[in-house]
């Protein structure tokens, strides 16, 4: 005799139910796996030491729930291997259910009292009394009636000892998860509400053919509908029949609207309010037969509350989902992914006011929902609102995956008219940061290389950093990553020759380097938008500027408003001329540079540092020089005559400023614009770029722009190299600060992982501003540094800076930009000889 | 970096004798962080002029865990700092003792005697290196070195090449020497620990108690470390009644100096404390609680059960640490590091949060965020708040433009506070009340004002 199947969803609490002796363990250990079943004689024991230790129960049930608690979290089936024979025992579980969104399963092991007690009798491990058992088993039997009644969603009853044995359990997915391996292609489809005339106009945009019952696509793509298929428009059932055929063929998956959801109610006889749109829709079912509105509602009623598709990656909702309710079921989810989150009031129009929980997501997936209209489509953090008001007049829109672009067809009319006059944009609201998000021990995954761990004692001074002196965190997309130096040279008289990074990039497999001329100031990254609107729209910050440009640690560059607005008013100006708006196809650019000269922002440390030391030093070795013996004269010379090359080395970093046209601004990587980083490009790209940027700033007649001299160099070309070498040595001697060698390649993976994206080779003179004014005389022992350290922050600082901007560009949410430039930060308070 | 010391006494040689090093030779000493090279570029019967010559490893002077890149590029190298004070008791020990076997009736005499400090540090200018000197006799020639003559705008280098002239035995111009430097130099290469107390005693005894700016030697010569600073007083001047002098204006902070007279910061705490008992707070939460200052006060008072501070200042917080260890033991005050730019549900649960002298170092643009972390998400019942009424300022002396710090990104007037304080009070649903702290003036106001909100139930 075939036996029970017990069908059991993937997320689920299963608890067992039965006398002791009723064979509930052996059961678990047949069906699941050890780490799935938690019993209570394992948590006595784990905290006793003796599993039949009774004056342990309580504090072994508290260890009970958490684990059960902690399974849920994350997601995984549990197995309660407990008596659970009354409903006070119960009742824990069915709440844990509940705050995690799992689904509560009872399997009830009600064997006839003969059984159990001959199992205990031949227990070895320990033996209750007949009547403890008398009990248990007419506590079970009891039970059977009310595991419904008390919120089980799933009740199985085994009643002998062959039910036991026969019996299969079967895993099944929950709805979300059913095409959860489907990768796609995808076209997601907004809110159709009957306008069946835009939906198939649409289809054929995208490149499906559209002739026939069931549309298809050439290149196999699927369409996604986010639900309200119904409703206000003049074609509902169209609609509806269309997409069921889709779904039935195998081309497309849909989620269901509140729209559908209503519609199903009101099929099953039940008393809604027809209004909203409902009543056009009744009006076109009075048309159709009985069969038909049975169908419609078969299928409506085998839609899930969401979707979550290429492994996770993708999740599609009606009006969207909070990040641990992915690929959950429950009635709280289901409303949740059917009206979004309400405050339960109503605005001026009678219309739900509605929380902004896309304002607060933070989770990795991309979460494409419709629900409320919007004039265009309205990314935040990782989610994308593609309806976009068709029925109202505006227009039916798909989201092409994993492409991310969205297309759209606009209404041919206006069929319904909107309750609300105008569609507001809502705003990207005030940044919902969190500390636990930032702080403490922090991994980040990061694209390019894994994952890199922050340390508690790191990330508390990064915070303190960007607390105290930070701009707005909206602004700070990205910061620069620290940079390492050549290995020391063996020249006589240099610490660093461009030699080292040739043989390094040799060495990595990279043939072709590009020497950038190093600019001696501060560092400075700018956001240059085209207009003012931009900062609100793109970055959500409520500022009506043109962007922002502040250091390597995310403090205003300017203490002067005017002088930032002054700047970038240039750079945009720059940009537009320069055509880069439209090559570029953005509104806004991220440029790294360099702002000149070094007295602008190090203007402190000149005076109570660098030329204290050259005052003083000159002044002390003229007082010596004058008494000392012959013996002490050359050596005293001789550091005099440094102290004046240091003198003249820091002075050619320096000038007065009276006006921001004073200012340099040397941009050397254009590394980000809406929708792409440009960490794919080739250095030569980013400087050719750039020099057609400071073209256009001296063609408006400012001398601001500053471009960076180049040079290509072949790693296994002598001559080549050579000729770089020669231009190192006299850049440097005239007081150039050095060049930076960097691989072709933005990107390079070497031999041991990511290839160090950049190595500086500083000249002799500089190096007195970082060494010491006598430096060169003690260079033997200067010598002897370790560059490793640097180097491995160096490699984590770029992955994380090119991490946070990959996730800035896909709308990810602004915490978990925020984890990448703090973590930058936090690797910065990483102790490295700071004159590396 | 360099020290002459020059005589006229005849015959001048005698100087090697006083100072135990032959005028002919030129002799080195091997010092921690260097050399010491001693050596006469003059040495006749009618003057004779002795050299200690500093050569210092710049890097050797950083100290470990000290990653500063400025650390390498110092001008102490070349300066004459605490470090020639340490050379002069190596090398010179025996004649700073006053001892010579070889001349000891010179020990005593005064000679006439000049010092050259090619490079010597004031901070404090000419005024204070007169000031310490010629109430001991020296006719005091400074000129002070230029800092860069091709960035004049840069300002003064507080450098100075000086030359002390008197009359006077050769220890007690070396004793003057050791303590003096330093005490313009206003640092000190080392840490400053009791020893130090012990070297002030030692080298200025006899002639410290005298001087009319003993106390603002003692205080810069012990960097203002109080526990050394009282113990010093009380040694040195052991017979006096000690006058309670407080330090020099430009040696406080500019806030503290400004506001010292009415001693605001304690009305401040003083006004918090009794509105916090006024509202029947028992659970307090001390947001951008600094060193612990209002905690320490509210610790006092039985009235608080739970006390939290928090701040983002990894400084401050070690501060508050070491002055509440036996409240932090207890476990009635804890204390967080944390922002008030980040929600963090670690601020949820208490009746009252303070926020004394903390809004105006938030960049106005980042205030929005701060309204939603303490108004929106911790919401406590109730929350005193106070920043610096502008309107003040001209009282303290201040221009229309100034701030009372540095740090302060915005100071509000009392309708700019009145406004932002209603605006948010309606936003969070909270009732506000607003007061001020400090001594009134009819037209200005209160120096501090204080808001007061409360959740309406």
């Known amino acids: ?836 | 970096m360099l020290l002459t010391i020059t005589t006229t006494y005849q015959p001048a040689t005698d100087l090697g004798y006083l100072l135990h090093k032959h005028p002919a030779r030129v002799q080195r000493f091997g010092l921690g962080w260097g050399d010491a090279v001693v050596f006469y570029p003059e040495a006749t019967e009618s003057r004779c002029t002795a050299a200690l010559l500093l050569e210092i490893n710049p890097v050797a002077l950083v100290r470990e865990r000290e990653h500063q890149l400025s650390a390498y590029v110092s001008p102490q190298a070349y300066t004459v700092n605490s470090m020639m004070s340490t050379a002069l008791t190596e090398v010179f020990r025996t004649a700073m003792a006053g001892r010579c076997e070889k001349r000891p009736e010179l020990v005593n005499t005064p000679l006439p005697l000049e010092a050259y400090l090619p490079t010597l540090p004031c901070r404090g200018g000419e005024t204070l290196l007169r000031e310490l000197f010629e109430p001991l006799g020296y006719t005091v020639e400074a000129h002070e070195i230029p800092l860069d003559e091709a960035f004049p705008e840069w300002g003064a280098s507080r450098l100075y090449q000086v030359r002390l002239r008197h009359t006077i035995r050769l220890y007690e111009l070396l004793r003057h020497l050791y303590i003096l430097i330093p005490v313009l130099d206003g640092a000190k290469h080392y840490y400053i620990s009791a020893a130090e107390v012990d070297k002030l005693i030692r080298q200025g005894q006899e002639w410290l108690p005298d001087h009319p700016t003993r106390e603002r030697i003692i205080l810069r010569y012990l960097n203002y470390r109080p526990t050394l600073v009282e113990q010093a007083i009380a040694s040195i001047l052991r017979d006096e009644a000690t006058p309670e002098e407080p330090p020099a204006d430009d040696e406080l902070p500019f806030e503290a100096r400004l506001e010292r007279p009415l001693s605001l910061q304690a009305q401040r705490i003083g006004a918090i404390t009794a509105t916090l008992k006024s509202l029947g707070a028992r659970r307090v939460i001390d947001l951008g609680c600094g060193g612990g200052a209002l905690l320490t006060a509210l610790a006092r008072e039985r009235a608080f059960e739970q006390l939290t501070g928090l701040d983002v200042s990894l400084t401050a917080l070690r501060i508050a640490e070491r002055k509440l260890k036996a409240e932090l033991a207890k476990g009635r005050v804890r204390l967080l590091h944390g922002s008030l730019l980040y929600l963090d549900d670690r601020m949820q649960g208490y009746d009252a949060a303070v926020l004394m002298e903390v809004i105006e170092h938030i960049e106005p643009m980042r205030l929005e965020m701060l309204e939603q972390v303490v108004l929106g998400h911790a919401q406590p019942r109730a929350i005193l708040l106070t920043t610096p009424n502008r309107e003040y300022n001209p009282l303290f002396g201040l221009l229309p433009d100034q701030r009372r710090h540095p740090d302060h990104q915005f100071e509000w007037t009392r309708a700019e506070f009145e406004a932002w304080a209603g605006r948010v009070a309606k936003q969070y649903g909270y009732r506000v009340r607003l007061s001020g702290i400090g001594d009134a003036h009819p037209e200005y106001g209160y120096p501090t004002q204080m808001a007061v909100f409360e959740r309406s139930a």
Not at chain 1, 253 to 269: C, F, S, T, W
Not at chain 1, 300 to 306: F, N, T, W
Not at chain 1, 572 to 583: F, I, V
Not at chain 1, 622 to 638: D, F, G, K, M
């Open chain 1, 1 to 836: 005799m075939a036996g029970q199947t017990l069908t059991i969803p993937e997320l689920s609490v299963v608890v067992l139910v039965g006398a002791s002796g009723a064979g509930k363990s052996t059961f678990a250990r047949r069906w699941f796996l050890p780490t799935e079943i938690v019993s209570s004689d394992f948590c006595r024991a784990l905290i006793a030491d003796d599993e039949n230790d009774q004056a342990a129960t309580p504090h072994a049930f508290e260890v009970l729930h958490t684990i059960v608690a902690k399974r849920l979290e994350l997601g995984k089936l549990t197995v309660i291997d407990a008596t659970s024979l009354y409903p006070e025992d119960r009742k824990r579980y069915l709440e844990l259910a509940r705050e995690y969104h799992a689904i509560p399963v009872a399997i009830a092991l009600a064997l006839p009292a003969s059984v159990c007690l001959e199992r205990n009798a031949t227990r070895t491990d320990r033996t209750l009394r007949e009547g403890v058992i008398r009990r248990q088993v007419e506590a079970a039997r009891q039970s059977l009636r009310q595991l419904e009644r008390e919120g089980f969603r799933y009740v199985y009853v085994l009643r002998t000892p062959e039910e036991v044995d026969t019996a299969t359990v079967v895993r099944t997915p929950l709805r979300p998860n059913m095409h959860r391996a489907d990768t796609g292609p995808f076209d997601i489809i907004g809110d159709v509400h009957g306008c069946l005339d835009e939906l198939l106009e649409l289809l054929r945009v995208l490149g499906w053919q559209v002739e026939g019952d069931c549309p298809t696509h050439p290149d196999g793509r699927k369409a996604v509908f986010v639900g309200d298929l119904i409703d206000r428009g003049p074609n509902s059932v169209g609609v509806v029949q269309l997409v069921r055929r889709m779904v039935e063929a195998g081309v497309a998956y849909a989620v269901i609207g509140n729209h559908d959801e209503k519609l199903i109610r009101y099929l099953r006889g039940r008393k809604v309010q027809v209004s909203h749109g409902l009543e056009r829709t009744l009006q076109e079912l009075e048309a159709h037969p009985e069969p038909l509105r049975h169908e419609l509602r078969t299928f409506l009623e085998s839609l899930p509350s969401h979707l979550a598709l290429d492994n996770g990656k993708l999740v599609v909702a009606h009006a969207g989902i909070q990040q641990p309710y992915i690929g959950r079921s429950s009635p709280a989810i289901r409303d949740f992914c059917l009206y979004g989150e309400t405050t339960g009031e109503s605005d001026e129009f009678g219309l739900p006011v509605r929380l902004n929980w896309a304002a607060d997501y933070r989770g990795s997936a991309l979460v494409v929902y419709g629900h409320t209209p919007n004039p265009d489509p309205l990314w935040q953090n990782n989610t994308v609102n593609i309806d976009t008001g068709c029925v109202f007049g505006g227009a039916l829109t798909a989201l092409r995956y994993p492409e991310r672009e969205t297309v759209s067809v606009p209404a041919k009319q206006v069929y319904y008219a909107p309750v609300r006059l105008t569609f507001a944009r809502p705003e990207l609201g005030t940044p919902t940061l969190r500390y636990e998000d930032v702080a403490g021990k922090q991994y980040i995954q990061t694209r390019l290389h894994g994952t890199i761990l922050l340390r508690e004692d790191k990330t508390a001074p990064a915070l303190e950093t960007l607390s105290r002196f930070g701009v707005d965190p909206r602004w700070v997309i990205y910061l620069p990553p620290t940079m390492a130096p050549v290995e020391a040279s063996n020249e006589p008289d240099l610490l660093e020759h461009p030699d080292e990074a040739f043989a390094y990039y040799r060495h990595q497999g990279v043939h072709q380097v590009v020497c950038e001329q190093k600019h001696m100031g501060s560092r400075a990254i700018a956001i240059v938008c085209r207009d003012t609107g931009v900062p609100r729209k793109r970055f959500g910050v409520p500022a009506e500027t043109l962007g922002v440009v502040y250091t390597r640690t995310g403090r205003r560059f300017f203490n002067d408003p005017a002088w930032e607005a002054a700047l970038l008013q240039h750079l945009r100006d720059a940009a537009t001329t320069a055509g880069l708006w439209d090559a570029l196809e953005t509104d806004w650019l991220l440029l790294d540079a360099e702002l000149m000269p070094w007295s602008a922002k190090a203007q402190e440390l000149l005076r109570l540092q660098y030329a204290p030391t050259a005052a003083a030093g000159i002044a002390a070795l003229h007082a010596a020089l004058a008494i000392a013996p012959a013996e002490l004269q050359p050596t005293l010379q001789a550091r005099l005559d440094a102290l004046h090359r240091y003198r003249d080395a820091y002075r050619r970093y320096c000038w007065q400023v009276h006006c921001p046209d004073d200012l340099r601004f040397a941009p050397f990587h254009l590394l980000a614009s809406e929708g792409a980083v440009h960490a794919h490009k080739p250095h030569t790209w980013h400087l050719e770029q750039l020099a057609r940027l400071c073209e256009a700033g001296h063609a408006l007649g400012r001398p601001v722009l500053q471009p960076t001299e180049w040079k290509l160099v072949d790693t296994t070309d002598p001559q080549s190299q050579a000729e770089s070498i020669r231009w190192f040595l006299d850049y440097t001697e005239a007081g150039g600060e050095g060049i930076v060698v960097k691989p072709l390649e933005f990107i390079v993976r070497g031999k041991r992982g990511l290839a160090q994206p950049a190595l500086k080779v500083r000249g002799r003179e500089y190096l007195r501003i970082i060494y010491g004014a006598e430096y060169t005389l003690h260079l033997d022992a200067l010598r002897e540094r370790s560059v490793g350290r640097k180097r491995t922050l160096a490699v984590q600082e770029f992955a994380l800076g090119i991490e946070a901007l990959e996730r800035f560009i896909r709308y990810e949410p602004l915490t978990r930009v925020h984890q990448c430039v703090l973590g930058i930060l936090a690797l910065e308070a990483e102790p490295v000889d700071p004159r590396l």
